[in-house]
């Protein structure tokens, strides 16, 4: 038996990268999974060979389309029990000089905006039953770094947003738990987009360059697999973090304990 047997999982921005790895965790563990993302290719290819998965095209920054992402999961099975606020995107721009208005909102409207609307849209659905909410955050939630300024802010956001819910989810009885994951270096598109801007703009050598010293700056010695931020995912969602709540769990070789 599975340890998600009976629930039903949604991950946002799903489609590849960690989202996608979650997914098929979460569902091997026997969960029902609505993978939900712009990129509806990617997205249908996913679930194509899994049962009960299922895929809606969802830009999370549009807030009528995460009630309607609600309302197909609800009605392909009945509800929800667990919600991964995986969508996001790096910052395209490098120092804040630099950075317009529009660069910043756009970045801060994915990476913390839209984790506020799947947080309060999936309230409703949640708090008869009880649900764990889990919102991924970063390293650079929690520590700064030169040309990502935006990013920081609004993983930091998150970490906050996910404390506060979390005390105020237990305050009302809600049975809901709200706890973010913070991922060290996992090569994805998103960090290879963002390594090569780093390198463009000379705060980095080289891309392999800038991966080896990354690697060696990781106290284990390698950079992460998407499993290894999968099985994070899964703990915080299944029973067995049921005295967990508020917390941030992070998933880095060791990169930030130093
Ligand atoms: N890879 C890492 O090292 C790392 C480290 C720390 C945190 N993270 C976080 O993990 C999450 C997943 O990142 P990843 O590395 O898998 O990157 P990725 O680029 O492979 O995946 C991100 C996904 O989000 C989707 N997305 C982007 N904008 C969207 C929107 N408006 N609506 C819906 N979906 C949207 C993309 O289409 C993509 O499928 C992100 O929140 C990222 O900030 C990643």
Not at 120 to 127: C, N
């Amino acid at each position: 038996m599975g340890r998600l047997e009976g629930k039903t999982a949604f991950v946002s921005g799903a489609a590849r990268g960690l989202g996608a790895e979650m997914a098929r965790i979460l569902h091997a563990e026997g969960a029902n999974v609505m993978v939900t993302d712009i990129l509806q290719e990617e997205g249908e290819a996913l679930v194509h060979a899994h049962e009960n998965m299922r895929f809606v095209t969802h830009d999370v920054l549009d807030e009528e389309q995460w009630k309607a992402a609600y309302a197909a999961t609800k009605e392909a099975f009945g509800g929800l029990d667990i919600l991964v606020n995986n969508a996001g995107i790096a910052h395209d721009a490098t120092v804040m000089e630099e950075t317009s208005l529009e660069q910043w909102r756009k970045v801060v409207g994915i990476d913390l905006d839209a984790v506020f609307l799947g947080c309060k849209h999936a309230i409703p659905l949640m708090k008869e039953k009880g649900g764990s909410i889990v919102n991924i955050s970063s390293i650079y939630g929690i520590v700064g770094s030169a040309g990502q300024a935006p990013y920081h802010a609004a993983k930091g956001g998150v970490r906050l947003l996910t404390k506060a819910m979390a005390v105020e989810m237990a305050t009302l009885e809600y049975g809901i738990r709200v706890n973010s994951v913070h991922p060290g270096f996992v090569v994805t598109e998103l960090v290879r987009e963002g390594l090569k801007r780093a390198v463009d703009s000379g705060f980095m050598p080289g891309e392999n360059e800038a991966i080896d010293m990354l690697t060696m700056q990781t106290p284990l010695g390698r950079l992460g697999a998407p499993r290894d931020i999968a099985n994070a995912v899964l703990f915080l969602a299944s029973d067995e973090s049921s005295w967990v709540t508020g917390t941030e769990l992070v998933v880095d070789g060791g990169y930030t304990a130093q």
